[in-house]
Nanobody, 115 residues
Framework: QVQLAESGGGLVQPGGSLRLSCAAS????????FSWYRQTPGKEREWVAT???????AYEDSVKGRFTISRDNAKNTVYLQINSLKTEDTAVYYC?????????WGQGTQVTVSS
């Protein structure tokens, strides 16, 4: 059974940092592509970053230079380091894994950026 569990969200002031984690289980971790998405009320879920099985990364333009996606194959965990947070980064952040062409989602973790 594939499971993805996000953690690390919270309330942070503008300019602050957070590290989100996505703990994965139920499949061969290093065979999956991982992505982070985010969603705010009333809007569609938007892609933020991807880390492929071959080590390639990609970022949505508005987060380039501030967000870093990484993965630890030994810990079966994917991370999203978020720096220089802005109020517009407030959202629920979701982890997605693509395993043999099937997409799996976690439950999300709330990030709120406010002074």
């Amino acid at each position: 059974q594939v499971q993805l569990a996000e953690s690390g969200g919270g309330l942070v002031q503008p300019g602050g940092s957070l590290r989100l984690s996505c703990a994965a289980s139920g499949f061969t971790f290093n065979s999956a592509h991982f992505s982070w998405y985010r969603q705010t009320p009333g809007k569609e879920r938007e892609w933020v970053a991807t880390f492929t099985t071959t080590g390639n990364t990609a970022y949505e333009d508005s987060v380039k230079g501030r967000f870093t996606i990484s993965r630890d194959n030994a810990k079966n965990t994917v991370y999203l380091q978020i720096n220089s947070l802005k109020t517009e980064d407030t959202a629920v952040y979701y982890c997605k894994a693509i395993v043999q062409l099937t997409h799996y989602w976690g439950q999300g973790t709330q990030v709120t950026v406010s002074s």
